[in-house]
């Protein structure tokens, strides 16, 4: 069975930066067809997709109020994902998911069917 486990998470001010991880066993995030996300969900909130990533790394997908700020990446193993956070702002602050899924479409959120217990980022005003 697929787990992924994130780490990471933690409590922040203003402008700081957090790395989040993202452990996979029994997959490996570059494998043929998977695509690699990281969401998120505030309080009161629905679950966005922040960004997401194709299984060779070519294509990538940053919502908006995050660009220039995030970065996703994976180790050379392909099995342990991140995402760097910097400049981080107090609308960061979510419980932040690492998700795959067998999609070409890296977009859209629902293709995502792996999921991870999830890791919760606070940034502080």
């Known amino acids: 069975q697929v787990q992924l486990v994130e780490s990471g998470g933690g409590l922040v001010h203003t402008g700081g930066s957090l790395r989040l991880s993202c452990a996979a066993s029994r997959l490996t995030f570059s494998r043929y067809g998977y695509a690699l996300g990281w969401f998120r969900q505030a309080p009161g909130k629905e679950r966005e997709l922040v960004v997401s990533?194709?299984?060779?790394?070519?294509?990538?997908y940053y919502v908006d109020s995050v660009k220039g700020r995030f970065t996703i990446s994976r180790d050379n193993a392909g099995d342990t994902a991140y995402l760097q956070m910097n400049n981080l702002k107090p609308e960061d602050t979510a419980v932040y998911y690492c998700a795959a899924g067998a999609t070409w479409d890296i977009g859209n959120a629902r293709d995502y069917d792996l999921w991870g217990q999830g890791t919760q980022v606070t940034v502080s005003s």
């Open positions: 990533t194709s299984w060779n790394g070519a294509r990538s």
